[in-house]
């Protein structure tokens, strides 16, 4: 594949059985020629990624914000491959109920929030590793399409990226055969471990040589979407998973597929990073302000309450902002409280106005805090470059 005179390729292209091309990518990290555009990007992301550290260190309690900011994340990482879950159909299932017709994606969604979930409490026994990356693509496959596609293990065969359908003649994009993975994802491990690159830079190398070396059958979209918050983490940029990409790439879509495949045909890493760090700046930026309402919410509602004896209903109301479907029946287990304890809670937040029932059932009524949903599911500023870029 070709690539600009006088720099290292990206990689090498070998003949597979049946005459079809695979391309073998380079070890990472490849040399970066530091233009203006790539400057300018990496201090924006900088200057945004720190001020999110900032209010995730203010923040007491941070999980407030890393629940429903996760499962945003799966609902659309899930999307861009194909799955149509909505965050609403996932809040409510969690919550034991349904707000419209079932979904047969919906379990590949619950998968994603658990393997992420799984993924990083690991890296407090476990460095960010090939081991790792197969123990969460196991939780993310298990008993959902693609399950029968060994997960958690690396693959044995020839995979290809293309139109639905397509042959392997067909494909716009086929990586490293077989035989030539574990060299690729041996190289990959060691440069996981590597800390000589500003940290935003590090992940966006590893995000893009995750896609090249497509090491699993299925899932390796999700994988390495994951691999970003587990990077973040484990880098200490940030103090939680407080910063999700999926909205960003599944805006842009089309840019996003096209930027990682000019990795590969051209060795076009810098226009690459230049768009993954937009991203940052622009989802970091996103975060700050879905965390400044949510918190202002929870102020709002605290002085709704601000009477009520009990100290039941603020416990509740942060179940609300952790999810914003509840049942009564579900609070009490949550909580271990009696029905009647949470009875009463969610009688005194009804009548405050912060929850109201969902449908016309009687039985197991699921309420919800129409406000936080809002407040994760309304769009922000567009991902779109602006017209004089």
Known sequence: MASDPGRRPPGHDVQGPGGYTAFVPAPLAPPIAWDAELVVALSGADRAIGRLAGEGWRCPNPHLFISPFLRREAVLSSRIEGTRTTLEELLAAEAGAAVGPASGDLEEVVNYVEALEYGLGRLDTLPLSLRLIREVHERLMRGVRGDTATPGEFRCSQNWIGPAGCSLSEASYVPPPACELMACLDALERFLHDDTLPPLIHVGLTHAQFEAIHPFLDGNGRVRRLLISLLLVQRDVLPAPLLYLSAYFEETREEYYARLLAVTQEGAWEK??????????????????????????????????????????????????????????????????????????????????????????????VYCARQMLEVLVAPRASGRPASHS
């Open 272 to 365: 690459w990073l230049s768009y993954f760090l937009r991203g940052v700046r622009l989802q970091a930026d996103d975060a700050i302000v879905r965390m400044a309402e949510i918190d202002g919410l929870f102020e709002d509602w605290r002085k709704h309450l601000a009477g009520v004896q009990s100290g039941r209903p603020e416990r509740v109301l942060r179940l609300f902002v952790e999810n914003p479907y509840w049942t009564v029946g579900g609070i009490a287990d949550e909580l271990s409280v009696a029905y009647t304890t949470a009875r009463r809670a969610i009688d005194r937040l009804e009548a405050a106005g912060i929850v109201s029932p969902v449908g016309e059932a009687r039985r197991n009524r």
